[in-house]
């Protein structure tokens, strides 16, 4: 069982350093769009879109570990951290849904303010990351809120 667990713990770990490192990618890669030509400008794009469905997949992985891993560990699903936990889930799930996908559609369509999409975009980023970097905070330090 302990295997197992450390196996477990491992993906875990894993799934959240790919869910978090693409987003430091996007903080350079964002701003880039400003100056980009048409061609190049698809290519952030695709890149940035990329990006986005492989954190949500890699999401995925990140709640099914940390599911099975609340399970080996026999926590209780009331522990404070936790409970914050799935609060900021549920806030980065809705702000994910929100933030990217309808904005990147906008990329292209006439009479858009591409300037403005870009600001959108880079605080979008930012605000994820900082959602994603409480949600670890608390996975690695699991503090008694209350």
């Known amino acids: 069982m ?3 667990r450390i196996i ?3 993906i875990h770990i894993l ?3 790919t869910t978090i490192g693409p987003f430091f990618v996007l903080i350079s890669l964002v701003p880039r769009l400003r100056s980009a030509g048409p061609e190049a400008r698809q290519a952030y794009l695709n890149t940035f879109k990329s990006a986005i469905r492989l954190v949500k997949h890699m999401g995925h992985v990140l709640v099914v570990s940390g599911i099975l891993l609340i399970l080996a560990a026999s926590w209780s699903w009331l522990e404070p951290w936790l409970v914050a936990t799935y609060i900021i889930l549920a806030c980065s799930l809705y702000f994910m849904a929100c933030a990217f996908t309808p904005k990147l559609r906008k990329f292209g369509e006439p009479d858009v303010n591409e300037e403005a999409l870009i600001r959108k975009l880079i605080r979008s980023v930012w605000i994820y990351l900082l959602l994603l970097l409480v949600m670890l905070w608390l996975m690695v330090a699991k503090p008694q809120l209350w």
Do not use: R, T
Request: no cysteine; hydrophobic share 55%; glycine share 0%.
């Open 8 to 10: 477990l713990l491992y």
């Open 15 to 17: 799934s959240a350093i």
């Open 2 to 4: 302990d295997k197992l």
